[in-house]
């Protein structure tokens, strides 16, 4: 089976920094397209980022753009979200996810997740 574990989130000071980590294991067949999302109390769970097992980066939502970076190590099967600049808004359960090469932004497209690590800005 599919595992996904992230760590690295916690409570951060608005403009402060975290990096989240997430590892797999269980792809063995091929490697999956990475993705990161975010879910506020209330809220819709919301695409963040997505590298391909190829290294391509899709950045989902424009209040990331610039101040966020996903990137990926295939020989340690992690991928990896820093977060800089961080905004009260950023305050949310971020998820790791695993799906097909194709996967980009759209959850459906993500069959595995992980458990969720919190991330909360304090102004």
């Known amino acids: 089976q599919v595992q996904l574990v992230e760590s690295g989130g916690g409570s951060v000071q608005a403009g402060g920094s975290l990096r989240l980590s997430c590892v797999v294991s269980g792809y063995t067949y091929a490697r999956p397209t990475m993705g990161w999302f975010r879910q506020a109390p209330g809220k819709e769970r919301e695409g963040v980022a997505a590298?391909?097992?190829?290294?391509?980066?899709?950045y989902c939502a424009d209040s990331v753009k610039g101040r966020f970076t996903i990137s990926q190590d295939n020989a340690k099967n992690a991928a990896y979200l820093q977060m800089n600049s961080l905004k009260p808004e950023d305050t949310a359960m971020y998820y790791c996810?695993?799906?097909?090469?194709?996967?980009?932004?759209?959850?459906?497209?993500?069959?595995?997740w992980g458990q969720g690590t919190q991330v909360t800005v304090s102004s």
């Open positions: 590298i391909s097992a190829q290294g391509y980066t899709t």
């Open positions: 996810a695993a799906g097909w090469s194709g996967a980009r932004c759209w959850p459906a497209d993500f069959g595995d």
